[in-house]
């Protein structure tokens, strides 16, 4: 791959686990780049999100992921200035679903007017679905039966096509993240029907630590928070950027402003400070 330092040829994932999976042969390559838990209101570091911005839009991904809490507390005010902040990141597909966070304060009511995002969103041999989480004035999140179906069904449909399910909260708890009281009630029933929809690869935020699980031949990676000044466990502002390939799938985490880590270094022992200066 060459190595163009302004452009999406830059990408490295020299250190980073390749996770195999059945990916469709005509796929040749998608850059995914991975942002949660931005938080606009009293915590948002406005400097640190414009850094990360500039550094995405230099990759130039053909998808950018969002995996909710946009806001703090739901307010429009919060919303009108995550959507100003969301619009710096030059990406023509754009997959953003909600948090708890952003359904506070009757929030649920203005996310669909500020970032309406399709359910289903297609890109190069890649399906993007968001499944939603958040619940109004609830800080654990849930699925729900109707919706783990509409899931498998979903997917069925597109058997040849590599697929991602975006949601905000965690399936499987997250260490690093103190007492978890706060999880997806249905879990399990959501992994079983993820399994059984042979989703590839499920993108997550929530508690702020970034991490990976494997699943049979499911890859879960959760971010950690962009520009929030409540940085749990992994004490540095970050985003995750996939490659996916016919080959398989790489992630690597990024420090804003900083270097990247592949997953299997991020989630080596009980990581609390990134093995470098902040």
């Not at 390749?18 to 796929?27: D, G, I, K, P, S």
């Not at 992921?65 to 806001?71: E, N, R």
């Given at each position: 791959m060459p190595n163009d330092v302004n452009g999406r040829r830059a990408l490295k994932c020299?250190?980073?686990?390749?996770?195999?999976?059945?990916?469709?042969?005509?796929?040749?390559?998608l850059i995914i780049a991975h942002i949660s838990d931005i938080h606009c209101g009293p915590e948002f570091q406005r400097n640190v999100f414009e850094t990360a911005?500039?550094?995405?839009n230099n990759l130039e991904p053909d998808a950018l992921?969002?995996?909710?809490?946009?806001?703090e507390n739901g307010l429009l005010s919060q919303y009108r200035l995550a959507r100003e902040v969301i619009g710096l990141i030059k990406c023509q597909?754009?997959?953003?679903?909600?948090?708890?966070?952003?359904?506070?304060?009757?929030?649920y009511l203005l996310f669909r007017k500020f970032f309406p995002s399709k359910q289903v969103v297609t890109s190069n041999e890649c399906?993007?679905?968001?499944?939603?989480?958040?619940?109004?004035?609830?800080?654990?999140?849930?699925?729900?039966?109707r919706q783990v179906v509409w899931l498998e069904q979903t997917m069925r449909r597109y058997r040849k096509r590599m697929k991602v399910v975006a949601m905000h909260h965690h399936l499987i708890q997250v260490p690093d993240t103190g007492p978890d009281n706060i999880?997806?009630?249905?879990a399990g029933d959501t992994l079983r029907g993820i399994i059984e929809a042979k989703v590839n690869l499920v993108l997550g935020g929530h508690r702020h630590r970034p991490w990976r699980w494997n699943l049979k031949e499911t890859q879960i990676i959760h971010a950690g928070t962009l520009s929030s000044e409540?940085?749990?466990?992994?004490?540095?502002?970050?985003?995750n950027i996939i490659e996916v390939t016919r080959g398989g799938i790489k992630a690597k985490l990024r420090i804003v402003g900083g270097k990247?880590?592949?997953?299997?270094?991020?989630?080596?022992?009980?990581?609390r400070l990134p093995p470098f200066r902040p």
């Open positions: 020299a250190n980073t686990a390749l996770f195999r999976a059945n990916l469709n042969e005509a796929l040749e390559q911005a500039d550094e995405i992921v969002v995996t909710g809490d946009l806001t597909k754009k997959v953003i679903c909600s948090g708890n966070h952003d359904y506070r304060s009757t929030g399906v993007f679905t968001i499944v939603s989480t958040a619940r109004p004035e609830r800080n654990d999140g849930e699925v729900g039966h999880p997806v009630v249905d409540r940085l749990r466990g992994f004490y540095a502002h970050s985003y990247s880590l592949g997953f299997d270094e991020v989630v080596k022992g009980r990581v």
